[in-house]
């Protein structure tokens, strides 16, 4: 059985940085198509980065709001996916969620197999 765990979740400032974590024992993750998204209290769960491919031919993708402050990345060897988030803003304060093995065609979309928990990050102003 597949289980997803974030961690890395945090309170920081406004302006400062955290850095998600993502396993997910049972999967290979260099194999699957691998997401974060967010959910903040009283709004729907969007896409914030995703990332496909393997073998040199990775490509990430990114929501608007996050372009430029956010990178996600893969160890392989490690078997962790990462999402670095800097320059926090207190509009970014959401439950963050991994998700893997996508079956849609954005993705951003919430089309994936396997979620985790999630881990709370909170910006203070």
């Known amino acids: 059985q597949v289980q997803v765990v974030e961690s890395g979740g945090g309170l920081v400032q406004a302006g400062g940085s955290l850095r998600l974590s993502c396993t997910a024992s049972?999967?290979?993750?260099?194999?699957?198509?691998m997401g974060w998204f967010r959910q903040a209290p009283g709004k729907e769960r969007e896409g914030v980065s995703c990332?496909?491919?393997?073998?040199?031919?990775?490509?990430?993708y990114y929501a608007d709001f996050v372009k430029g402050r956010f990178t996600i990345s893969r160890d392989n060897a490690e078997n962790t996916l990462y999402l670095q988030m800097n320059s926090l803003k207190p509009e970014d304060t959401a439950m963050y969620y991994c998700?893997?093995?996508?079956?849609?065609?954005?993705?951003?979309?919430?089309?994936?197999?396997?979620w985790g928990q999630g881990t709370q990050v909170t910006v203070s102003s």
């Open positions: 990332i496909r491919g393997s073998s040199g031919r990775t490509r990430t």
């Open positions: 998700a893997a093995d996508f079956t849609g065609y954005s993705c951003l979309d919430p089309a994936y197999n396997h």
């Open positions: 049972g999967l290979t993750l260099e194999r699957y198509t």
